[in-house]
């Protein structure tokens, strides 16, 4: 985005909790490392797809499960606000 590069890490479960935060990270270039940008809550993340219509970016996730195990979810898509994904 805008000449910066991200990386959008999909986190799925930590023992039996679903309901994590998945992370966006972006390049420092001074450090030549990712370093954390932004923290998404997400249930059980699968996937990340980032993709951008009319030169407006966005990020869907894909929802695996939550906490009750259920699997009756919807995936969600964000929208970069010019400095996070609302």
């Known amino acids: 985005i805008d000449d910066t590069h991200y ?38 993340a699968h996937a990340w797809e980032h993709f951008v219509i009319d030169n407006v970016h966005y990020l869907a996730v894909a929802n695996y499960r939550d906490n009750s195990r259920s699997f009756q979810l919807d995936s969600e898509v964000f929208v970069w606000n010019g400095a996070c994904f609302v």
């Open 7 to 44: 990386l959008v890490v999909a986190n799925h479960n930590v023992d039996a909790t679903s309901q994590l935060n998945s992370e966006v990270f972006v390049w420092d270039s001074t450090t030549s490392q990712f370093v954390s940008h932004q923290l998404i809550p997400t249930k059980g």
